[in-house]
C-alpha cells in the first residue's frame, strides 16, 4: 500500500492542537491542494468549517474527534491512521444553496450543509410565506424562525425545534418552524429533496429577519430559496464500525 | 378512446350503494376479473378493505370518496369518468409482510398497506425487544405498543401515535412507540425501506401482545417479523390536481 | 426520644425480603393495626400497593428502594432509622375516585392514586365522549384510549403518553389521551382537582374499552366518572433532602 | 342602578375608532382617572398595552375584540354596556416582575401580564444557567431562548414554544425553552406560583441576549430575576357565559 498524502487540519483548541503535533510528527504534514484526504482534528463545529474550506475540492474529509459533540466524526486514535484511511466508507453529502435577497435589493448566495435558517432579529415576531415548487404551502407563517435541514443537519438545530431526525440518503429535506405562532400547532413537513423552497419576508420593515446558511448570516432579507445542489459533493470518511449512517439510525433510539 | 372496464365495488353504507347504482346505470358493470379498472366507492377503511382485496390482481384501484376521511380517495363525481381515468395519474405502493409467530410456535403471515402494529392486549404494558436489521436497537422498550407503518400508511395511526408523515416515494419506513414508558422520551426512528424490522416479546405470558397488520389480528404473539415486498405492487389512479403526493405535501401543512 | 413502632411490608423480590430480614432483626416488626409508621420495602410498583392497602388506616408510609424507579421512594440506608422517621417530611396525597358502569349495568367503585385509564380492549379504536363538570368538550374523541392523573401520577403513565409533568400540591388534574386519531392533534388538557370528569364509552358493542384505577381493571365498561376525593388521605414520609416535591421538579429538568 | 362611569380607550385601527364613536356617543366618556371601569376597543395586542396602562390603578378592565385573537376579549356587542358590566364575572391577574442586569452592571424593572423571555441576538446561540430557589436546576441550556409564563400568558407565547396551558387559578408558572439544543429533549417545567426564577446569561460577549417583559425589551443582558408579584392586581371582567378560566379550559380541548 502507499501512503496516503496526509493534510491535518485542526482547531484552536489546545486538545487538537497536540494532537496536531503528534499526528505531523507520526504521518508528516502536506499542504491541502497536496492531500490525498484531510483529516480535521477538532469538534462538529470546526469539522463543518473544514468541509466549507474544501467544498470546492475534490478530496475526502476524515474528521477526529477533539471537541465537543462529534456526531459528524470518528473517535481519536493515533495509530495506524493510513490503514484506517484505507478501509474507511465513504459518505457522499450534498450541500443546500440559499439565495437570500436582502431588503436593499441585492442578491446573496451561501451554502449550507446543515440547514439553512431564518429568524427573527428584533422582539417582533417573524411573518413568513412559504412556497414549495412554487405553490404557496403556507400563507402565514408567524413565529420566530424557519429551517430547511439536509439529513445531514437533521440532528442538529432541526432536531433542537422537535423536528425529525432524516436517515442519511433518504432524499428528503425537513422543514421545521421554530415557535410556531400561527398556525399554532404546525410541527414540520418532509419534502422530496428536489424541493424548491422560498421564503417571503411578510412586513420586513417592521418584522426584521436574517438569514443563516450554516455560519453565513445575512441581516434584513426580503426572501429566500433553498434548493439542494447534486452537482457538489462532499465526501466523508468513517471507520466501518461506527459509519454516519449508523450513527443517525443510532441517535434515533437514544434513549 | 376504448371505453375502460369498470368493476365497481362499494361500502355497506346508503351513499355507498345509491352511488353504486348510478354509475352502473352510467357505465355498466363488469366482474372484478375482467377489469380494466376496479371503482371503490366507501371512505377510506372501504378502500383499504378494496386494496387488500385485489392486491394479487395486477389491476388499478380509482377510490371515490363516498364515506370519511378520504385520504386515497377521489372526489366524488359522476360525470366523464372514462376520461377521467384516462387522465388519472398512478401512485404504486408496496406493502409490508407481517410475519408474526404466535405463543404456540405456529407462524402466521399477513400483509399490511398501512401498517403493522403491537398492542398490550392486558393492562400490563408491553415489554418489547426491537431489532433492525439483526442488530439490537431498542434491548427493552415498555410500552403499550409500536407500530411499523409505509408512508402510505404514515398519516393513519402513525400519526396519532405523534410519529411524522413521510412523502410517499420517500424510501423510508417509520417506527413509532405508542406510550412508550421507558425509554420514557423515545418518540420515533426511520428507517431506510428495507430495513428488516424484529419485534421480539419479552415475558409474553405476563405480558400478552396482538399483533395487527392492518385488520388481520393474531393474539398473543411471541416475534413479529415486518420487512417491506417490493415484489407486490398496488397501482392507485388519482385525479391529476389533487393527487396523493400533493395530499401528503398538503396534510403536512395544515394548521 | 421514643421509637416508633415500626411494620416493614416488603416485595416478594429476593432484595426486598432480605432487607425485611436485617431491618426487623435491627429494629423489631409490630403488626400493621399497631403500627406508628409502615415502611414499604421495593420498587414503586410495590410501595403503590402498600398504599392501596392502608389507604383506610390513618398510618404514615415511609418507602426504601428495593427495586425498580423509586420514584415515591426513599434511598435505602439501615442506620438510623427512627431518626430519620423523625425528621421525615410528609407530603399528602389524594386519591381519584373511579366509578366505572360496565354494560351490563353495574356500577364498580375503585381508588387510583396514580391514575383512572381507559383502553380499546380489541383492534377498533375507542371512540369517547368527555364531560368536564357535565359540560361536554370533546363529543368524540377516537383514540387508543385515555387517562385522568393526579400529580403523582403525573409521572407515570401520563408521561409516556406525552402528558406534562404537575408538581405536587399544583391543585389540578391532567386529561391525556393516548394515540388521538381524531381530533388527531388533540395533546392534553390541565384541569382544576374539583373538575368532574365523565367519559362514556361510544358504540360500546362494537368497540370494547376497559377502564383502569392503578390496578383495578373492569372490562366493557359504558360509562366512568372520576373525581378526587379530598376525604381520604395518604400520608407519605420523605428524608428532607430528597423529598417529592423536589423530586417532581428536579424530574421536570432532567435531560 | 347608578350607571357606571365609564373611560373607553380604543386601538388605532378603523374597527376600533369606529366602535369609539359610537359608544361614547350611547354611553358618554370619563378621563381613566375618574372612572369606575376602563373599557378597551381593539385585539389582544391592544388589551395588553391598556392593562399594562392601568396597572397601578385599582379599575377593573372589560375589553371588546376590535381587532385580532380576542383571547382576553368579550364578543363586541353595543347593547346594554351597563347591564353588562354590572354582571360581569372579575378575573385576577399577578404580573410577573423581571429584573434584568445588563452587561454594563444596571438594574431594569418592568412588569409582565403574560411572559418574561429571553433570547438570542446573533446567530450563536444563548448558553444559560437556570436557579430556581437558588438552586441550580440546569447548569448549561443551549438554546433559542427560554421564557416564564402566567397561566394567563401560557396560551401566548408559551403554546408556541410547545409549552403546555396552565388553568387560570392554577398557582404555577411555566419554564418552556424554545429550540432546547442541549439537553436536546428538554421541553417544559411547571413550577409552583412563588417559586423565584434566575437565569444567568453565561458567554454573555460571544453569545448576547435580549430580555423582554411583555413589550419591554433590554438588550445584552446578563442575568435576569423573574418572580411573580401578588402585591399588584389587575381586575378583569368577562361575560358570565364566556369567561376567561372557560376558555383556557375551552381552548385545551380544540382539535
Request: a negative charge.
Given at each position: ?5 496526509i ?7 489546545e ?14 504534514q ?9 483529516v ?11 468541509m466549507?474550506r ?5 478530496v475526502?474529509?476524515?474528521g ?10 470518528n ?7 493510513p ?8 459518505v457522499?453529502l450534498?450541500?443546500l444553496?440559499?439565495?437570500a ?5 441585492t ?15 428584533s422582539?417582533?415576531?417573524?411573518k413568513?410565506?412559504?412556497?414549495v ?17 439536509t439529513p445531514?443537519g437533521s440532528?442538529?438545530?432541526?432536531l433542537?425545534?422537535h ?15 421554530v ?6 400547532r ?6 422530496p429533496?428536489k ?10 420593515k ?11 448570516e445575512f ?10 445542489d ?17 450513527r ?7 434513549p
Open positions: 500500500m502507499s501512503l496516503p498524502k493534510s491535518f487540519v485542526a482547531a484552536e483548541q486538545a487538537a492542537q497536540e494532537a496536531l503535533g503528534q499526528l505531523i510528527a507520526l504521518y508528516g502536506v499542504a491541502p491542494d497536496d492531500a490525498d484526504v484531510i480535521s482534528l477538532g469538534g462538529d463545529g470546526f469539522m463543518l468549517e473544514t466549507h474544501f467544498i470546492d475540492r475534490d475526502p474529509i476524515y477526529m474527534n477533539r471537541g465537543t459533540v462529534g456526531f459528524l466524526l473517535n481519536y486514535n493515533e495509530d495506524h491512521l490503514e484506517r484511511l484505507a478501509r474507511a466508507q465513504k457522499t450534498h450541500p444553496v440559499m439565495t435577497e436582502t431588503s436593499d435589493g442578491r446573496h448566495h451561501a451554502l449550507a450543509i446543515n440547514e439553512v435558517s431564518l429568524h427573527r432579529e422582539r417582533q415576531a417573524a413568513l410565506r412559504i412556497r415548487d412554487k405553490k404557496i404551502r403556507l400563507d402565514e407563517l408567524i413565529c420566530d424562525g424557519l429551517l430547511v435541514a445531514a440532528t442538529a438545530y432541526n433542537s425545534a423536528g425529525p431526525i432524516l436517515p442519511i440518503g433518504s432524499d428528503l429535506l425537513v422543514l421545521t418552524p415557535s410556531a405562532f400561527r398556525p399554532r404546525w410541527r414540520s413537513a418532509l419534502l429533496h424541493a424548491v423552497v422560498n421564503v417571503e419576508v411578510l412586513e420586513q417592521k418584522r426584521p429577519v436574517s438569514a443563516v446558511a450554516d455560519f453565513t441581516r434584513d432579507v426580503a426572501s429566500v430559496d433553498v434548493v439542494e447534486r452537482s457538489i459533493s462532499i465526501d466523508l470518511l468513517f471507520d466501518p464500525e461506527h459509519n454516519l449512517e449508523e443517525i439510525i443510532a441517535e434515533q433510539f437514544l
